[in-house]
């Protein structure tokens, strides 16, 4: 193994305050609840996130590694439970067996000692499979994810179980942003690589067998890191921002994934029945994290999503802009039309999940009112946007909180007729829980915080995941 040594904690604010990982496994019942918890939210509320078990090694970068944490939130009748648990790969298992980290950071993996990781080791040596960044349900089964690599399998008390992969339909995974289409059932994914076939995407059939095997997309030359991708309901589309792999680079003791701009950005416009290959559309390099969803008007595709001029992590030291957007792609005349939303730097879009890849209206993102006491990466601002009328309403909190999901009510139609719900820490007490808006009063304050006796750590992406 390299010799590389443990990250400095002073320097990297990722790995401390708020970010700073829980190692104490917790169940309880009973929640303390300040303010008014629905009663008719029925169903739990599941987030992931990097919560490193031992301190990394060499790099650590936020929030493209760590170990898994999955944070789970049962509401019914009123009431409220709790309980966290460790995604536990193969990975951390031989870092437990070792008492430490053994693995390398993304920006500076290690070939660790293959005696070292035990009989079945996971995938993507010398880079660690971590199962820290989404959580989703498909066709009976619980899988946290990653990017593209196999998913693993917990349980609805969210202990793991192990690697799944669908009976081998996706035996080298899938990325952490499958998408479900709520009109068919079916889970749209797709899947990058640092060798050919660069990019492949298949489809999973609501009973969770392969309708669609994984197909490769025709057209990309070299590995991409993609981390998002939206579905209409005749299309897939994948945009190739130019963060891009060096696998020479890393051996020579370079930089593993770099940012281009020269290449530009490309959408892949790809029809869902596999009937013709993909349709490439060229514009000026950008980088998006999260797309909001996408919809088909006429022969168009009309997408919407915080976009940034590159991502920060890959060009340290020099100034990110970012902002709210829509591309129209036409795919018959072959143009990318970009059309501001709101000058705001946002994260975390999320719409109504009803609507996925029909017309919506309302996208909640977070963002920054800039206190010196929120970090980069946290946001206190919770915002909305209607893009029918183009009205954008926010409310500054005293508290940080992660990616705001929408919970329908129960036989509600009408795409405010629900909640917010997302895990978030107060500024001034310090303590973390579930907090609950009325979304059809918003921007009111939230109508209940769930409390929860340690503190969540800032993360990634959850979902709400109702009773049956």
Same mark, same amino acid.
């Given at each position: 193994m390299a010799d590389l040594q443990i990250v400095d904690y002073a320097k990297n604010h990722f790995l401390t305050g708020r970010f700073a990982a829980v190692q104490t496994e917790i169940a309880t019942d009973d929640l303390e609840i300040v303010g008014d918890l629905p009663r008719d939210l029925a169903g739990v509320y599941v987030r992931n996130g990097p919560n490193p078990r031992f301190p990394p090694l060499g790099s650590y970068t936020f929030p493209m590694e760590g170990d898994g944490m999955l944070h789970a939130t049962w509401l019914e009748d009123g009431k409220a439970r709790y309980t966290n648990r460790y995604v536990r790969t193969k990975g951390m298992e031989a870092e437990e067996r070792a008492g430490k980290a053994i693995f390398g950071g993304l920006m500076t993996p290690a070939f660790v000692d293959a005696n070292l990781l035990g009989p079945d080791p996971d995938p993507g040596w010398p880079i660690r499979l971590d199962a820290f960044i989404n959580v989703v349900h498909h066709a009976g089964h619980w899988l946290a994810l990653e990017e593209g690599t196999p998913a693993y399998e917990v349980t609805p008390a969210m202990e793991t179980v192990g690697r799944f992969d669908f009976g081998g339909g996706l035996a080298k995974g899938l990325t952490a942003h499958p998408k479900l289409d709520p009109r068919t059932g079916e889970l749209v994914v797709f899947r990058y690589d640092v060798e050919a076939p660069f990019l492949t995407w298949a489809i999973v059939g609501a009973d969770g067998t392969m309708t669609r095997p994984e197909t490769t997309v025709e057209g990309v030359d070299r590995g991409y890191m993609v981390h998002d991708f939206v579905i209409t309901e005749r299309f897939l589309v994948i945009?190739?921002?130019?963060? *891009?792999?060096?696998?020479?680079?890393?051996? %020579? #003791? #370079?930089? *593993?994934?770099?940012?281009?701009?020269?290449?530009?950005? !490309?959408?892949? *416009?790809?029809? !869902?029945?596999? =009937?013709?290959?993909?349709? &490439?559309?060229?514009?000026?390099? !950008?980088? *998006? &994290?999260?797309?909001?969803?996408?919809?088909?008007?006429?022969? !168009?595709?009309?997408?919407?999503?915080?976009?940034? %001029?590159?991502? =920060?992590?890959?060009v340290p030291g020099q100034p990110v802009e970012g902002a709210y957007a829509r591309v129209t792609l036409d795919p018959v005349a072959g143009t990318v039309s970009p059309e501001p939303i709101h000058h705001r730097a946002t994260e975390f879009p999320r719409i109504d999940d009803r609507l996925t890849g029909t017309k919506h209206r309302y996208v909640t993102v977070g963002s920054t009112s800039g206190r010196p006491d929120v970090l980069p990466a946290e946001h206190d601002v919770l915002c909305r946007v209607d893009l029918d009328t183009g009205e954008w309403v926010e409310q500054v909190h005293d508290l940080v909180f992660g990616e705001v999901v929408f919970a329908p009510r129960t036989g509600g139609t009408d795409p405010l007729d629900g909640y917010y719900l997302a895990y978030g820490t107060g500024l001034d007490d310090g303590r973390s829980g579930l907090v609950v808006w009325d979304a059809g009063s918003f921007p009111s304050p939230p109508r209940a915080r769930v409390l929860v006796p340690q503190r969540v750590p800032n993360g990634l992406h959850g979902n709400w995941f109702p009773h049956a």
């Open positions: 945009m190739l921002g130019p963060a *891009v792999f060096d696998i020479a680079a890393m051996m %020579s #003791g #370079g930089q *593993v994934l770099a940012w281009q701009p020269d290449l530009g950005t !490309r959408f892949a *416009v790809i029809p !869902r029945d596999a =009937s013709a290959g993909p349709t &490439w559309l060229d514009t000026d390099a !950008r980088w *998006v &994290w999260h797309f909001a969803n996408a919809y088909e008007d006429g022969d !168009r595709i009309v997408m919407d999503f915080p976009g940034w %001029s590159a991502p =920060s992590f890959l």
